[in-house]
């Protein structure tokens, strides 16, 4: 494998993990799963080991250097329109696909009675989650540090990135300080990323050897539909809007950021793969680290469109599921709970689920029918994050771009 290069590497890895898992699905040697299961922990544990240092050293020296350039209300505005505009699209083309194909005709819930016999969902409002959301946001840093908690730690990162520009140059040290952090957290990424060929092909082969099977033949479709325009979105509609915005030709953006879609699909998690995000970002796009520091921890959180395509489907399937046709008015509060539903999701396998009930529940769809969904989401996950991860990667180049129209 060495005489190939990492991105070789690692399609090689996926090829075979997938060809693998697929020939011992249902019926894994317990050593080989045991030695996957080790493999890809390993590498989500080194990823996540630097990515809490990485996102807060990234943060604070990105908005103390945007500020010393006059560029951070652009780039606040130009972030938050492009992930405001790609959240919309991505809910119209899960809404709308689900209308056309209707994933959901011919089916009923009472078919599933017995998964969903076994769900207790959580109920929570969209005021509920509302409230849950903005209380997560500021909280005791250290306390945010040590659970990993991303939105909390951003918010931190931000205003202690604006104290220390507001200081002038009082605390020099300080923000060299962060500097350099960055810089040695890329350096341990480079000495992780020799091990994404392993670690991504061991989470492949025990993903694929041990799907459960049972519930697949009637959610074919669903299925179909829902990976079929999470591609769409992934490989059309994103790189047209990177085309159209900047000008960047789609595959050489594709190739740039092959890394990153990768270590997503394999791990399902954006907050994981943000080492590699940003590393795909600053050295193989040449996006300045200040731009992709603020714009990809930002939008591991935020801005997740393959999330959004997602529910806002699997809420019209659900809704065709039980017999229930939704009105116009109806699909728009959908539209509404899904962009908020997507925005609190966090960055880690399969929140999207969690979040789901709360846009079942805001047009009184019955949330237990999510218990349906469950069996099939390890696998759906693995393209919607991948396409989470690609929007935040636009989302810096967009930015980037902006920057320099106006510098
Ligand atoms: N796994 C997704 C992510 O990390 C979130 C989701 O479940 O949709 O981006």
């Not at 996540?48 to 943060?59: D, E, R, T």
């Not at 908690?149 to 060299?176: H, T």
Request: charged share 10%; glycine share 8%.
């Amino acid at each position: 494998m060495s005489k190939l290069g990492l991105n070789g590497q690692i399609l090689l890895a996926v090829l075979m993990a997938v060809t693998f898992g697929l020939l011992v699905q249902g019926r894994p040697p317990e050593h080989a799963l045991y030695a996957a299961g080790l493999i890809g922990t390993l590498f989500i544990d080194l990823l996540k080991m630097v990515m809490i240092p990485l996102v807060f050293c990234a943060i604070v020296t990105g908005i103390a250097n945007l500020r010393r350039h006059r560029q951070v209300t652009v780039v606040w505005k130009t972030t938050l329109l492009f992930f405001a505009t790609t959240t919309v699209i991505a809910v119209t083309i899960g809404l709308t696909a689900s209308q056309l194909f209707k994933p959901g005709a011919g089916l009923h819930l009472e078919m599933f009675s017995h998964a969903m016999q076994q769900f207790e969902s959580r109920q929570m409002s969209l005021l509920e989650f509302f409230t849950q959301f903005l209380h997560g946001v500021f909280m005791n840093p250290f306390k945010a540090l040590a659970e990993g908690n991303i939105l909390a730690i951003v918010s931190y990162a931000v205003c202690l990135g604006i104290a220390l520009v507001m200081g002038a140059e009082r605390y020099p040290q300080l923000l060299a300080l962060f500097e350099e952090g960055m810089g040695v957290c890329m350096q341990m990424i480079s000495w992780i990323m020799r091990l994404a060929p392993w670690g991504i092909a061991a989470l492949l082969f025990k993903l694929v050897a041990t799907q459960d099977l049972s519930l697949f033949a009637s959610l074919t479709k669903f299925m179909l539909v829902v990976t079929g325009t999470t591609v769409f979105h992934g490989m059309v509609v994103l790189p047209l809007l990177l085309f159209l915005w900047t000008g960047k030709h789609p595959l050489w953006f594709l190739r740039q950021a092959r890394e990153a879609l990768l270590t997503a699909f394999a791990t399902s998690s954006s907050n994981a793969t943000m080492p590699v995000t940003l590393r795909c970002t600053t050295q193989n796009m040449q996006v300045k680290p200040e731009i992709a520091g603020f714009v990809v921890p930002l939008g591991a959180t935020m801005n997740m469109d393959g999330t959004a395509l997602y529910e806002a489907a699997a809420a019209l399937f659900v809704a065709q599921l039980a017999g229930i046709d939704l009105s116009l008015g109806q699909q728009l509060v959908v539209c509404l709970t899904t962009m908020i539903a997507a925005m609190g999701a966090p960055g880690i396998p399969s929140a999207g689920m969690v979040t789901m009930v709360m846009v079942l529940q805001s047009v009184g769809l019955p949330a237990e029918a999510i218990a349906i969904l469950l069996p099939i989401d390890r696998l759906l996950d693995t393209v919607r994050t991948a396409v989470n991860v690609e929007g935040d990667m636009i989302g810096s180049l967009v930015v980037q771009h902006r920057i320099e129209q106006i510098a």
